[in-house]
């Protein structure tokens, strides 16, 4: 079906709100920006990723570890970590005429200015006060203020009396190098290895926006990957597979994924080498979805310098040193954007536009919907309720659907990208076509087509 291109994303927006997956944050209250609820399917659809990221990068590995650490932490880390200093800080300048403060960097691309990316802010600075045209993109006038740098990290304090500084973790990363030492110690890894995590991130965004793609307040899934610094080019490469495994098994096509190798400048402040995997995002085009980055030993001898705790790794034979570090990076919200966006789809059945999301069978919310064809046959209830419980033991994310008539319910299940429909009908009762009983019809959601299957056999089948 020919598709507007700048609709699709707002089409996936009004879906997510109109059948639960994603709403506004604080919505009743006009909202709070940055911030996106998820609704009882997005967070099935969200625990569906990052379940499936689990099994494929901690437990489906013998070289991998879970970790849940903290949100809060010693302000120390971020010190440490280099998150305080101006690496994590994003350029802002305001207008001393209409008092808009606004991103320096944005200011200058709007301006039509190039060469911006990896530009530091005193060299945005000195664009700013060069005398070149650069006009306030609210009012259209010019009078800057002098650009200064502004910190990502959301501070807060810790305790009644308030005195002891901390900030809402801006990356999940450091909780799993600040745990290094504690993993090795209590669990004896070989090299090399990594510890896996998924955890909230908080981040005080200048300019939130495109849905859940800039958001203040998100999850990650990030593996730190400890390796000997000799063997980084090696395991890199190897982890680099893993990655676009991990895109193919959440559906992504090849043709909307694009890995591009991020330029001298642009490098986060702990990285030698990072690859972004980009995602076609509808209406938007290309732009960031997960990270690669080589992050040497910065953050363990930054951590040991300043904790003064080792965090050596001691080889059997006595060898000591301290590891180089691989990071893979995701984000939840940018996953289950790209994850709707390749899902997304509208065809024709039975003369009509139809709308579905050809979700993966492992990340739908839900993987069966059980109907009686008439809700109100005593009998065809109470069986349909049968082969609900059994399926429910079976597979737990099964829906109860018995809201209008058949079509619709089809409908409905198709756009939340439910893959299977079973129909209890009263052939399943078997009065008239005694040769049907205890039979059901599985209706499969991206053809359409139906089958008939005995209940017996239903799980197999489904499974
Ligand atoms: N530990 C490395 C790190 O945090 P990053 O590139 O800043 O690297 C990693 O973030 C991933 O986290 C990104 O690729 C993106 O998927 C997600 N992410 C980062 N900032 C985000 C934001 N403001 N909103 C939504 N997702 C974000």
Redesign the pocket.
Known sequence: MEEKKDDKMEKIVSLCKRRGFVFQGSDIYGGLKGTWDFGPLGVALNNNIKQEWWKMFVDGREDMYGLDAAILMNEKVWEASGHTGAGFADPMVLCTLCEKMQRADHVLKDNGKTGVEGMTTEQIDAKFVSGEDIMCLNCGKRAWSAVKDFNLMFETQVGAEGKQKSYFR????QGIFVNFKNVVDSMSPKMPFGIGQIGK?F?N?IA?REF?????E?E?M?VEYFVKEENWEAEYAKLLEDIRAWHKHIGLSDENLKEVEVEGNDL?HYSKRTI?FEYNYPGKGFD????F?YRTDHDLQNHMKASGTSMEYIEPDGTRYVPHVL?P???V???LTAVLAEAYTEDEMSGEVRTYLKLPVHLAPYRIAVSPLLKNKEQLVGKAREVFSLLKVEFGNVAWDDNGNVGKRYRRQDEIGTPYCVVIDFDTLGEETPDLKDTVTIRHRDTGEQERVAITDLIEKLK
């Not at 801006?170 to 990363?173: D, L, V, Y």
């Not at 859940?212 to 203040?216: C, D, G, H, K, T």
């Not at 960031?288 to 990270?291: V, W």
């Open positions: 801006p990356e999940t990363a991130a981040r965004e939130p859940l793609f800039r958001v203040r998100f990650q990030e986060a972004d960031e979805l997960a990270g980055a990071e990076s995701f984000g919200g940018r996953a």
